[in-house]
Structure formats: structure tokens, C-alpha cells
């Protein structure tokens, strides 16, 4: 799969993080995660991982900056 696909799918899977329970928002920061693998951008699997744990503890505006941190820097590689 091409790299512009790719982004794709992850600012879409992001983008369906705002609703939906605890377990399918992890779900989908999982797949979030794989795809930034696929694209070697170990830093943003960090901060993926970072945004569940904040939102495995409650903090919900801690979460929101780190998936509108992932947004935007993922719009970035563009």
C-alpha cells in the first residue's frame, strides 16, 4: 500500500475516535499504531500509545491533545 493511502486511513481512523466506547476507540488507536509502524514513524506509535493510556486513566484532555497532536502531525506527512 502507498504511503498517501495509508495516511488516509489513519486521519480517517483518528478522525472516528470521537465516539464509540473505551474498548473500540483503543481498537482503533491499535490500528493507528500499525499503520504509523508501517510507515516507521516510531515516535507517533509513542504518542498512540500515550493517548490510550490517557484515556485507559480518565484523562480525556490529555487524549484529545494527543490525537490532535497525531492529526496533525500525520497531515504532515503528507
Do not use: C
Amino acid at each position: 500500500m502507498e504511503n498517501a493511502a495509508r495516511i488516509d486511513i489513519i486521519l480517517s481512523t483518528l478522525n472516528a475516535t470521537e465516539v464509540g466506547t473505551v474498548d473500540s476507540v483503543v481498537a482503533k488507536f491499535s490500528q493507528v499504531q500499525s499503520e504509523l509502524l508501517a510507515l516507521q514513524q516510531a515516535e507517533l506509535v509513542e504518542r498512540a500509545a500515550a493517548a490510550v493510556a490517557a484515556l485507559r486513566k480518565g484523562d480525556i484532555a490529555e487524549f484529545k491533545r494527543l490525537r490532535a497532536f497525531l492529526q496533525s502531525r500525520v497531515g504532515h506527512l503528507r
